[in-house]
Protein backbone atom coordinates (compact mmCIF):
# COMPACT_ATOMS: atom_id res chain seq x y z
CA UNK A 1 0.00 0.00 0.00
CA UNK A 2 1.62 3.69 -0.95
CA UNK A 3 2.49 5.43 2.22
CA UNK A 4 3.87 8.95 2.80
CA UNK A 5 7.20 8.91 4.28
CA UNK A 6 8.56 12.07 6.22
CA UNK A 7 11.86 12.28 7.96
CA UNK A 8 13.43 12.59 10.01
CA UNK A 9 11.41 11.20 12.67
CA UNK A 10 12.82 13.17 15.47
CA UNK A 11 14.69 16.57 14.94
CA UNK A 12 15.75 18.22 18.13
CA UNK A 13 17.06 21.78 17.08
CA UNK A 14 18.19 25.01 18.82
CA UNK A 15 15.91 28.04 19.36
CA UNK A 16 16.53 30.18 16.11
CA UNK A 17 18.14 27.59 14.24
CA UNK A 18 16.27 26.94 10.71
CA UNK A 19 14.98 23.23 10.19
CA UNK A 20 14.03 21.38 7.15
CA UNK A 21 11.57 18.59 7.13
CA UNK A 22 11.12 16.54 4.54
CA UNK A 23 8.34 14.58 2.98
CA UNK A 24 7.47 11.93 -0.18
CA UNK A 25 3.69 11.96 -0.68
CA UNK A 26 1.77 9.50 -2.38
CA UNK A 27 3.59 10.15 -5.90
CA UNK A 28 0.05 10.67 -8.20
CA UNK A 29 -1.38 12.32 -5.45
CA UNK A 30 -2.15 15.78 -6.42
CA UNK A 31 -3.16 17.78 -2.92
CA UNK A 32 -0.27 18.49 -0.20
CA UNK A 33 -0.34 19.39 3.26
CA UNK A 34 1.22 20.39 6.41
CA UNK A 35 -0.21 19.51 9.99
CA UNK A 36 1.37 20.15 13.31
CA UNK A 37 -0.25 18.73 16.85
CA UNK A 38 1.34 19.83 19.78
CA UNK A 39 1.45 17.16 21.87
CA UNK A 40 -2.18 16.27 23.74
CA UNK A 41 -3.64 18.56 21.71
CA UNK A 42 -5.56 18.17 18.07
CA UNK A 43 -4.09 17.91 14.89
CA UNK A 44 -4.05 21.38 13.49
CA UNK A 45 -4.11 22.17 9.44
CA UNK A 46 -0.64 24.75 8.50
CA UNK A 47 -0.86 24.72 4.80
CA UNK A 48 -2.02 23.42 1.62
CA UNK A 49 -0.10 22.83 -1.95
CA UNK A 50 -1.41 22.49 -4.99
CA UNK A 51 -0.43 22.89 -8.38
CA UNK A 52 2.65 23.92 -7.28
CA UNK A 53 1.79 26.73 -5.45
CA UNK A 54 0.04 27.06 -1.68
CA UNK A 55 -3.70 27.09 -1.95
CA UNK A 56 -4.74 28.02 1.92
CA UNK A 57 -2.58 28.31 4.81
CA UNK A 58 -3.51 29.21 8.23
CA UNK A 59 -2.92 31.73 10.92
CA UNK A 60 -0.13 29.49 12.18
CA UNK A 61 2.02 29.29 9.07
CA UNK A 62 3.11 32.95 9.67
CA UNK A 63 6.31 34.35 7.52
CA UNK A 64 8.88 32.01 9.69
CA UNK A 65 7.27 29.12 7.74
CA UNK A 66 7.37 28.08 4.04
CA UNK A 67 6.91 24.67 2.05
CA UNK A 68 8.70 23.66 -1.36
CA UNK A 69 8.34 20.90 -3.73
CA UNK A 70 11.86 21.59 -5.04
CA UNK A 71 11.95 17.99 -7.53
CA UNK A 72 8.60 17.05 -8.51
CA UNK A 73 8.51 14.05 -5.83
CA UNK A 74 9.20 15.71 -2.30
CA UNK A 75 7.72 18.31 -0.28
CA UNK A 76 9.53 20.55 2.11
CA UNK A 77 8.67 22.22 5.20
CA UNK A 78 11.17 24.82 6.26
CA UNK A 79 10.78 27.15 9.58
CA UNK A 80 13.77 29.90 8.97
CA UNK A 81 14.36 30.75 12.67
CA UNK A 82 12.31 28.28 15.31
CA UNK A 83 10.87 29.19 18.62
CA UNK A 84 10.14 26.99 21.52
CA UNK A 85 6.49 26.93 20.70
CA UNK A 86 7.44 25.50 17.55
CA UNK A 87 7.79 22.07 19.34
CA UNK A 88 5.20 19.71 18.08
CA UNK A 89 4.59 17.07 15.66
CA UNK A 90 4.76 17.89 11.94
CA UNK A 91 2.68 15.87 9.86
CA UNK A 92 2.65 15.82 6.29
CA UNK A 93 -0.18 14.38 4.03
CA UNK A 94 -1.26 13.68 0.35
CA UNK A 95 -4.58 13.19 -1.27
CA UNK A 96 -5.96 12.74 -5.22
CA UNK A 97 -9.18 13.95 -3.56
CA UNK A 98 -10.64 12.35 -0.99
CA UNK A 99 -8.99 9.52 0.98
CA UNK A 100 -6.01 11.79 2.83
CA UNK A 101 -3.13 9.60 3.64
CA UNK A 102 -1.25 10.77 6.48
CA UNK A 103 2.71 10.34 7.19
CA UNK A 104 4.33 8.78 10.19
CA UNK A 105 5.79 12.36 11.27
CA UNK A 106 8.40 14.24 12.43
CA UNK A 107 8.78 15.26 16.09
CA UNK A 108 10.34 18.47 16.43
CA UNK A 109 11.72 19.69 19.55
CA UNK A 110 13.11 22.83 19.92
CA UNK A 111 15.75 23.48 22.89
CA UNK B 1 -13.97 29.15 17.89
CA UNK B 2 -13.24 25.46 18.55
CA UNK B 3 -11.56 25.01 22.34
CA UNK B 4 -8.18 23.17 22.83
CA UNK B 5 -7.89 21.21 25.48
CA UNK B 6 -5.06 19.14 27.19
CA UNK B 7 -7.56 16.88 28.59
CA UNK B 8 -9.30 14.63 25.95
CA UNK B 9 -12.19 13.14 26.70
CA UNK B 10 -12.37 8.85 27.29
CA UNK B 11 -14.14 6.32 26.53
CA UNK B 12 -13.07 2.99 28.29
CA UNK B 13 -15.25 -0.58 27.29
CA UNK B 14 -14.73 -3.83 27.76
CA UNK B 15 -13.13 -5.79 25.05
CA UNK B 16 -16.26 -7.59 22.91
CA UNK B 17 -18.03 -4.71 23.18
CA UNK B 18 -19.24 -2.08 20.91
CA UNK B 19 -17.77 1.56 21.32
CA UNK B 20 -19.66 4.73 19.85
CA UNK B 21 -17.50 7.36 19.66
CA UNK B 22 -19.24 10.92 18.87
CA UNK B 23 -18.11 14.14 17.27
CA UNK B 24 -19.40 17.50 16.72
CA UNK B 25 -18.54 19.30 14.11
CA UNK B 26 -18.75 22.84 12.93
CA UNK B 27 -19.34 23.75 9.76
CA UNK B 28 -22.31 23.33 8.13
CA UNK B 29 -20.52 23.79 4.37
CA UNK B 30 -18.58 20.68 5.17
CA UNK B 31 -19.05 17.67 2.43
CA UNK B 32 -16.98 14.97 3.34
CA UNK B 33 -16.15 13.66 6.59
CA UNK B 34 -13.53 10.99 7.92
CA UNK B 35 -12.43 9.32 10.76
CA UNK B 36 -8.77 8.60 12.15
CA UNK B 37 -7.04 6.41 14.52
CA UNK B 38 -4.36 7.21 16.00
CA UNK B 39 -1.80 5.45 18.29
CA UNK B 40 0.81 6.65 20.49
CA UNK B 41 3.86 8.27 18.67
CA UNK B 42 2.27 7.90 14.99
CA UNK B 43 0.56 9.65 12.56
CA UNK B 44 -3.17 9.71 12.15
CA UNK B 45 -4.50 6.38 10.42
CA UNK B 46 -7.30 6.53 8.07
CA UNK B 47 -10.45 4.26 9.33
CA UNK B 48 -13.95 4.71 7.33
CA UNK B 49 -15.19 8.30 5.78
CA UNK B 50 -18.41 9.63 4.89
CA UNK B 51 -19.66 11.68 1.85
CA UNK B 52 -22.40 14.71 3.13
CA UNK B 53 -24.97 12.84 1.00
CA UNK B 54 -25.13 9.81 2.73
CA UNK B 55 -26.06 9.41 6.45
CA UNK B 56 -24.45 5.45 7.23
CA UNK B 57 -22.03 3.65 5.90
CA UNK B 58 -20.28 0.13 7.46
CA UNK B 59 -16.88 -0.96 6.94
CA UNK B 60 -14.94 -3.73 8.37
CA UNK B 61 -16.48 -3.84 12.43
CA UNK B 62 -16.94 -0.08 11.87
CA UNK B 63 -20.08 2.44 10.66
CA UNK B 64 -19.92 5.64 10.47
CA UNK B 65 -23.17 7.52 10.88
CA UNK B 66 -23.85 11.49 9.81
CA UNK B 67 -26.80 13.70 10.96
CA UNK B 68 -26.20 17.10 9.26
CA UNK B 69 -29.25 18.33 11.03
CA UNK B 70 -27.64 18.68 14.58
CA UNK B 71 -23.63 18.57 12.72
CA UNK B 72 -23.21 15.19 14.67
CA UNK B 73 -20.71 12.34 13.27
CA UNK B 74 -20.47 9.52 15.28
CA UNK B 75 -18.14 6.23 15.04
CA UNK B 76 -19.03 2.47 15.96
CA UNK B 77 -17.22 0.02 16.52
CA UNK B 78 -17.87 -3.62 17.06
CA UNK B 79 -16.73 -6.16 19.28
CA UNK B 80 -13.59 -3.79 20.47
CA UNK B 81 -10.23 -5.84 20.44
CA UNK B 82 -7.57 -4.26 22.39
CA UNK B 83 -5.67 -3.13 19.09
CA UNK B 84 -8.58 -0.61 18.98
CA UNK B 85 -6.88 1.51 21.90
CA UNK B 86 -5.92 4.86 20.51
CA UNK B 87 -6.92 8.36 20.25
CA UNK B 88 -9.74 8.45 17.37
CA UNK B 89 -10.46 12.01 15.77
CA UNK B 90 -13.20 13.09 13.60
CA UNK B 91 -12.47 15.42 10.63
CA UNK B 92 -14.03 17.65 8.14
CA UNK B 93 -13.72 19.25 4.76
CA UNK B 94 -15.04 22.23 3.97
CA UNK B 95 -16.28 22.53 0.12
CA UNK B 96 -14.51 25.01 -0.85
CA UNK B 97 -10.95 26.25 -0.50
CA UNK B 98 -8.27 24.20 -0.54
CA UNK B 99 -10.06 20.86 0.39
CA UNK B 100 -8.08 21.15 4.06
CA UNK B 101 -9.45 18.74 6.39
CA UNK B 102 -10.41 20.47 10.41
CA UNK B 103 -10.06 18.15 12.98
CA UNK B 104 -12.18 17.78 15.97
CA UNK B 105 -10.55 17.61 19.77
CA UNK B 106 -10.04 13.56 19.61
CA UNK B 107 -11.22 10.88 21.99
CA UNK B 108 -9.38 8.45 23.65
CA UNK B 109 -10.71 5.26 23.87
CA UNK B 110 -9.89 2.22 26.17
CA UNK B 111 -10.13 -0.96 26.27
CA UNK B 112 -10.14 -2.96 29.43
CA UNK B 113 -9.54 -7.06 29.00
Known amino acids: EPEVTQTPSHQVTQMGQEVILRCVPISNHLYFYWYRQILGQKVEFLVS????????KSEIFDDQFSVERPDGSNFTLKIRSTKLEDSAMYFCASSPRDGYTFGSGTRLTVV | GESVGLHLPTLSVQEGDNSIINCAYS??????FIWYKQESGKGPQFIID?????DKRQGQRVTVLLNKTVKHLSLQIAATQPGDSAVYFCAEREIQGAQKLVFGQGTRLTINP
Open chain 2, 50 to 54: IRSNM
Open chain 2, 27 to 32: NSASDY
Open chain 1, 49 to 56: FYNNEISE
